[in-house]
């Protein structure tokens, strides 16, 4: 008994989890070899933990050193420097370093990380340049050092990333198992830094995945999560912006607020992706190189860091001070003009650095300026609300963005809210933009996304609903001269078979040969003779489907085997000839698809009981009445997509 289950487990093992390969369906795809990528995602998350500390340290040491003159790796605010104008040029400097490093070292370190780590999936296979995890966090730590207004959010997940990609590259690994190791270091990262584990985990879903699957979920959700347990004793836990407490129901009115809060943070969320991209474009007119344009983008911040200082570096303190309800007018509207001036147009530029912290600066700023005319719900709500509207919707990603303020500020009783805000902005940029801020740099770079997760109809449709039944079978023992007269004037475009069953005198299948076949052997040896059987030319190891697979398997097959068509038999009796299918049947299920997307009808219909003008309202006395004004009128029926033509 142990020994047909071992055996049964290591079968499983090789199968990498193909729930197919043990003839049965179920409702998922993982095996036991998730429980390996599990032990490495925990490996990952512990060295993201560290990763993440070790750059909050540099940029806490860069900013010392560029603004304070002493060997410090305490995060400080640049605003309390006392350079004066030279304060100008200590952007520049910084700029210029980044724009050498980006140029002789590794062009992957320009940008805020997420998009990069995106591409790095998409397009080269889960494999990210060793170099990138070295200079990913030395230029972001210089960049935000030296007054950049980004967050170390972007870098860490793209150097988290890169570690994890690292590490999966050092075993003998698919490109989809990479991609996990990826995304587990990435999620470690971000779960590192903020003490976000749950936030981080839906980041990597909405945006680093691109699917909802046990085998990857299950290693990214336990890198985070051991993430989060390390950073606990390297950096403390609690919540890292704690607010003041809130109502647990904040009424209707509170609700209207925070429908006009989403609205509002979608239309930013909008303008600042917006001016992003703006940015960029500008930048791509000038007739310099691009590696002088974080310089130009520098000197910009030094601009704004004179007129308005707190604007310059990561800015935890002063989304701490909004969302404890202390933002002065002056601090709301210097973030809201001058970060946002300075963090489009230096992003814009290619510099290194992240975009979580300021989209959290920004609309924790636009909450506080929500506070003069919406409802009092008490100190720091509006700037919560919108902080997390402004980043479900510049980021896409809804669920992130509500969990995320929740785990920045531990109070719950802002979950409702949160969920209308939030969804109403993602609602309003989903319909205003064609892509996010990460997306959009993707697509300048000639690749498309897409951000939908619907089920396949492949997955769903079993070959039995799509196989054809009205086909041609050929017997094994009938010579080529008979099956030569046989298929003359059977030339009908539109039902012409390409593949031919074989089938021995007791109606078990023995083989295939194909049309092609047949014509090739015809045009190369001449008419058949009555002694040259059939047999010599079929393939007695044919290829076949069966009834109750779905059709993404069978697309899977012909993409592995290059056939395109398979004889159908029961899985119980594989001799048993059932159909044949092909990749033009396979056409249906999407037609199908079509039909449920674009097909519109009424299901119900209610007829009212009202009297003719011509007659007097009688009231109804029983079942006879009412059968009087007729039955309900039926829905008919959705046509069937027509046979797709092979």
């Not at 079993?462 to 298929?487: C, K, N």
Request: with cysteine; net charge neutral; hydrophobic share 50%.
């Amino acid at each position: 008994m142990f020994s047909r289950l071992w055996q049964r487990f290591v079968f499983s093992f090789k199968n990498l989890g193909n729930h197919e390969a043990l003839g049965r369906l179920g409702d998922f795809t993982a095996g036991p070899r998730m429980l390996l990528l599990s032990v490495f995602g925990l490996g990952i998350g512990v060295i993201s933990a560290f990763v993440a500390l070790i750059l909050l340290r540099l940029i806490g040491l860069f900013t010392n050193l560029f603004f304070f003159q002493r060997w410090d790796t305490a995060l400080v605010s640049p605003a309390g420097n006392r350079l004066g104008l030279f304060e100008v040029v200590v952007p520049i400097v910084g700029a210029l370093i980044i724009g050498l490093m980006a140029r002789y070292g590794s062009e992957r370190i320009r940008g805020h990380g997420i998009p990069e780590a995106i591409e790095a999936i998409l397009i080269n296979g889960s494999r990210i340049d060793p170099k990138v995890a070295l200079l990913k966090p030395v230029s972001s730590a210089i960049s935000i050092g030296s007054g950049g207004p980004f967050g170390a959010e972007g870098p860490i997940i793209m150097t988290g990333g890169a570690v994890g990609s690292m590490f999966a590259q050092l075993f003998h690994l698919s490109s989809a198992e990479r991609k996990i190791l990826l995304v587990a270091g990435a999620a470690g990262g971000m779960s590192a830094t903020f003490d976000a584990p749950v936030a981080a985990v839906l980041l990597a879903v909405e945006l680093l995945l691109f699917e909802w699957k046990p085998r990857s979920l299950i290693p990214v959700a336990l890198a985070s999560a051991i993430a989060a347990v390390v950073r606990y004793y390297l950096l403390g836990a609690g919540p890292i912006f704690p607010t003041p407490p809130h109502a647990a129901f904040i009424g209707v009115n509170g609700l209207l607020g925070c429908v006009v809060a989403g609205l509002l943070a979608g239309a930013l969320s909008a303008l600042l992706t917006m001016a992003v991209y703006a940015s960029e474009d500008a930048f791509h007119l000038l007739p310099i190189h691009w590696m002088w344009w974080p310089a130009l983008g520098g000197l910009v911040i030094g601009i704004g860091g004179l007129i308005f200082p707190q604007a310059l570096g990561v800015g935890y303190d002063l989304i701490g001070t909004l969302l404890q309800g202390h933002g002065t007018a002056g601090l709301i509207f210097g973030i809201l003009i001058v970060k946002s001036i300075i963090w489009s147009v230096s992003l814009g530029s290619g510099t290194s650095g992240g975009v979580l912290a300021p989209l959290l600066m920004i609309g924790g700023a636009l909450g506080g300026l929500e506070t003069m005319f919406l409802p009092n719900e008490g100190l720091g709500f509006w700037p919560l609300i919108s902080m997390g509207a402004v980043m479900g919707g510049t980021m896409r990603s809804p669920f992130m963005g509500i969990i995320f303020a929740l785990e920045l500020t531990h109070d719950v009783n802002a979950l409702l809210p949160l969920l209308v805000a939030v969804v109403i902005s993602y609602g309003f940029t989903v319909l205003v933009m064609r892509r996010s801020i990460l997306t959009e740099k993707v697509s300048r770079r000639g690749y498309h996304l897409s951000s939908e997760y619907a089920t396949d109809p492949l997955e769903i449709i079993f070959v039995r609903e799509v196989m054809r039944t009205d086909i041609l079978a050929l017997a094994a023992t009938a010579s080529l001269a008979e099956i030569e007269q046989a298929l003359q004037g059977k030339t009908d475009q539109k039902r012409l078979q390409h593949l031919f069953p074989i089938l021995d005198p007791e109606q078990r299948l023995v083989g295939v040969i194909t049309r092609k076949a047949l014509q090739e052997h015809i045009r190369q040896e001449g008419p058949a003779s009555e002694d040259e059987q059939l047999r010599e030319l079929i393939a007695t190891t044919p290829i076949v489907a069966y009834t109750d697979e779905p059709l993404r398997s069978v697309v899977y097959r012909m993409a592995e085997t290059g056939f395109t068509r398979f004889p159908v038999v029961d899985r119980d009796n594989p001799q048993k000839l059932l159909g044949i299918v092909s990749l033009g049947d396979l056409l249906k299920a999407r037609a199908r698809n079509l039909i449920e997307e674009r097909q519109r009808e009424r299901v119900l219909r209610i007829r009212m009981l009202l009297p003719r003008r011509t007659q007097s309202v009688h009231p109804v006395n029983g079942p006879d009445q009412l059968d009087s004004a007729g039955p309900l009128d039926e829905a008919e029926p959705l046509n069937e997509p027509s046979p797709v033509s092979e």
